[in-house]
């Protein structure tokens, strides 16, 4: 096995996070997993019991920098340090540019962005001294534009521009992936407050990969250390059939 690393998963409750926070600890990692929603953490970590690694419940909203840095350092408290970050909370309100409420947009960057960033910022000196993996969620909407999502897409281009500047910056020091998925069935359309729209885009999510899939390819980028670095991964549902 794997020498155990000590993860730090933000957006555990749910989809991407909550499926990579099982497949890691599942794979003998340890797991620090935090979101808002504290009943399906706490679910997570009575089921973790079972598996080879471990997984602690902690509760963060990543809009509020002083919880954040709480977080990691209880986490460095409890651990000694930070071996991975994975900054996966993350929200897309889906609207028509002309018709979102203002409230839509700064949601969607004081956590997509800002939340990112504050997670980031709390973990980087353990994950600098550990020689750390940074994994950002990006999108392919970190690459690409689309209808009805423009500030969901602006924020995603900007973690992709945060998982650059990283990976230039700490070149020797930090290993950076991006993972850019395409559509996920989870729960993330059904966030979206304009019902045309989300009943619209339910098929397209129902039609999409599993969590589990997406979170295959983090434990492949984690336990890929001494061997190379993944330094973005983009997965598309397989539209194919069977
Ligand atoms: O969404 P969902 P996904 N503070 O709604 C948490 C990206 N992505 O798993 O706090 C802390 O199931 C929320 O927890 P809670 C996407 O952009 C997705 O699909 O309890 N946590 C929940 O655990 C995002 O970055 C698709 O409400 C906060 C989690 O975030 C990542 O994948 C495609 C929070 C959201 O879980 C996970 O999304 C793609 C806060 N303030 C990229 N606000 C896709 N699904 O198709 C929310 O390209 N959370």
Redesign the pocket.
């Given at each position: 096995m794997n020498t155990p690393l000590r993860i730090w998963i933000?957006?555990?409750?749910?989809?991407?996070?909550?499926a990579c926070a099982r497949t890691l600890a599942n794979a003998g990692h340890r797991v620090w997993a935090?979101?808002?929603?504290l009943d399906?953490l706490d679910a997570l970590a009575n089921e973790s019991v079972h598996f080879p690694g471990e997984l602690i419940a902690y509760p963060?909203?990543?809009?509020v920098p002083n919880e954040v840095s709480a977080c990691a350092n209880a986490m460095v408290d409890a651990w000694g340090g930070i071996d991975v970050v994975i900054p996966?909370?993350?929200?897309?309100l889906f609207n028509p540019l002309h018709e979102a409420p203002l409230t839509e947009w700064h949601t969607m960057v004081d956590?997509?962005i800002s939340?990112v960033l504050s997670t980031l910022h709390a973990a980087l000196p353990s994950l600098l001294s550990n020689r750390g993996h940074v994994i950002n969620?990006g999108?392919?909407?970190a690459r690409q534009v689309f209808p009805n999502s423009g500030v969901y897409c602006a924020t995603?281009h900007a973690v992709l521009a945060i998982s650059e500047s990283l990976r230039t910056e700490f070149r020797n020091e930090l290993a950076v992936t991006t993972i850019?998925?395409?559509?996920?069935n989870?729960?993330?359309i059904d966030?979206t407050n304009n019902d045309e729209l989300r009943a619209n885009y339910r098929p397209q999510?129902d039609a999409?990969m599993t969590?589990e899939y997406v979170a295959e390819g983090v434990l492949f980028a984690v336990e890929s250390r001494g061997r190379g670095v993944v330094s973005e991964l983009t997965l598309r549902p397989d539209r194919r059939g069977s």
């Open positions: 933000t957006g555990a409750s749910s989809g991407i996070g909550h935090s979101a808002r929603s399906p963060v909203d990543v809009t996966n909370a993350g929200m897309g956590v997509n939340g969620i999108s392919l909407a995603k850019n998925p395409g559509a996920v989870t729960p993330f966030r999510f999409g969590p």
